[in-house]
């Protein structure tokens, strides 16, 4: 997901490279952190979700403890109340997961987000009081479990599969005009949008079946312990979802999203819906939920403005050093570009003559394949802004290589 624009998560049992140098750290689609990403593939799919976790949380506010008098019932995923449990007298309640229209902290966020969005607080508050609890959603946002080994064989083939790769030919042959004009105004390839896309959601056929209102309240008022906090960053993505409904004069408790609350076919979190999307179609109005000409152009130009250098590929082929010292010494900025090609080579990294006139920095990319040897490539600027969609190598490579398949596979059929 694009970080401000969204973005769904796979996951799977990768976990996510971590970019913890922040080289650009701008507000993005997504939310992935860059210590948990991956491949879970308990989750569908939208693997953007956790992309711009990191750049775009605003400094940690710390939640209001609050001692709920009568805890309310919480509700159970078909909707029916379950008993409360009577509390010892002695016992020191804490917020009931839910119940959010009698939660004083609900009450509390729902005004400090009227006042930082210009939004009426009683209608916030209304609006957070229909958001209900959803257990499921703190699971699915839970780093994979330790051990568990990262494979890019494995993701890959979960990414680029013969019913993905079909649906992007057919995507690509009916907006392939679009594609074209996206990527002359913005310089970003067009199989790189294509490859965003189709990782996202399978060309908007899995945009996510969670309410949105329900998805940044969970993980807003009841992120889930044992993982790092983000719910900062979920209150704000409510706050810019709010607004953004209350700008689109759409209705908050109809709108569907990832568990993360990433929206339509590029997955994008309401943040970057409202700093990076764009009106592609030229229908007056922004919808990526329905107008895949309208993610096309807002795909590109989150690319444009994070990063994207037209004309420069995305990696190159690499074989690392043999000398442990040497490889260590090129792995450690992790996926942020820090070697010239010489730089490169001088620590014994064979490079293909194609990669000899890389005018920029590279990064030595390294991506586990769970007990087989690993995958190695490098990646340039392009690749690193492949990752302020997603904060992943292996999301950057599934999306390079998807929209590669997608564009060769469209351009020979008749
Ligand atoms: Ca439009």
């Known amino acids: 997901m694009a970080h401000p624009p969204g973005h769904g998560a796979a996951s799977g049992t990768l976990r996510s490279e971590a970019p913890a140098s922040g080289r650009h750290q701008t507000s993005r689609a997504l939310m992935t952190t860059s210590t948990d990403l991956f491949l879970q593939l308990r989750v569908a799919l939208p693997l953007a979700l956790f992309m711009g976790l990191s750049g775009c949380a605003s400094p940690p506010t710390p939640a209001p403890e609050v001692v709920i008098a009568a805890p309310a019932s919480p509700e159970v995923p078909d909707g029916q109340s379950i008993p409360t449990p009577v509390l010892e007298q002695t016992e020191v309640a804490t917020p009931e997961p839910g119940n959010y229209a009698q939660r004083d902290d609900a009450r509390l966020l729902a005004d400090r987000l009227a006042t930082e969005f210009q939004l009426e607080p009683t209608w916030v508050f209304s609006m957070l009081s229909q958001a209900r609890f959803k257990e499921s959603i703190t699971k699915f946002i839970m780093p994979a479990p330790n051990g568990t080994a990262k494979n890019w064989a494995v993701y890959r083939s979960r990414?680029?599969?013969?019913?993905?790769?079909?649906?992007?030919?057919?995507?690509?042959?009916?907006?392939?005009?679009?594609l074209r004009r996206a990527e002359a105004r913005w310089g970003v390839p067009a199989s790189i949008i294509a490859g965003v896309i189709g990782v996202e959601t399978i060309y908007g056929r899995n945009t996510g079946n969670?309410?949105?209102?329900?998805?940044?309240?969970?993980?807003?008022?009841?992120?889930p312990k044992g993982r790092s906090d983000r719910s900062a960053f979920f209150q704000k993505e409510l706050g810019h979802f709010l607004k953004l409904c209350n700008e689109q004069n759409m209705d908050p408790t109809t709108v569907l999203g990832s568990y993360a609350?990433?929206?339509?076919?590029?997955?994008?979190?309401?943040?970057?819906?409202?700093?990076?999307?764009?009106?592609?179609?030229?229908?007056?109005?922004?919808d990526l939920l329905r107008s895949p000409v309208d993610a096309i152009g807002s795909v590109a130009k989150y690319l444009a403005e994070h990063g994207w250098?037209?004309?420069?590929?995305?990696?190159?082929?690499?074989?690392?050093?043999?000398?442990?010292?040497?490889?260590a010494k090129l792995l450690a900025p992790d996926i942020v570009p820090s070697f010239s090609v010489a730089e490169m080579q001088s620590m014994g990294a064979i490079l293909p003559d194609v990669a000899q006139t890389h005018m920029g920095l590279l990064a030595l990319v390294k991506l586990q394949n769970g007990d087989a040897a690993p995958t190695y490539v490098t990646g340039t600027d392009n690749f690193y802004a492949v990752t302020r969609y997603n904060q992943s190598s292996y999301y950057?490579?599934?999306?390079?290589?998807?929209?590669?398949?997608?564009?060769?596979?469209?351009?020979?059929?008749?």
């Open 159 to 178: 990414f680029i599969d013969p019913i993905r790769i079909k649906a992007g030919v057919t995507f690509w042959r009916t907006y392939e005009m679009d």
């Open 210 to 223: 969670y309410r949105v209102l329900d998805a940044l309240a969970t993980l807003g008022l009841d992120f």
């Open 396 to 414: 950057a490579l599934a999306v390079i290589q998807l929209g590669q398949t997608v564009s060769r596979d469209a351009s020979n059929l008749p």
């Open 309 to 327: 250098r037209k004309d420069m590929p995305t990696y190159y082929e690499v074989t690392p050093p043999t000398d442990a010292d040497a490889l």
């Open 261 to 286: 609350g990433a929206l339509g076919l590029p997955q994008f979190m309401s943040s970057s819906v409202r700093n990076f999307a764009i009106d592609f179609d030229g229908n007056g109005r922004i």
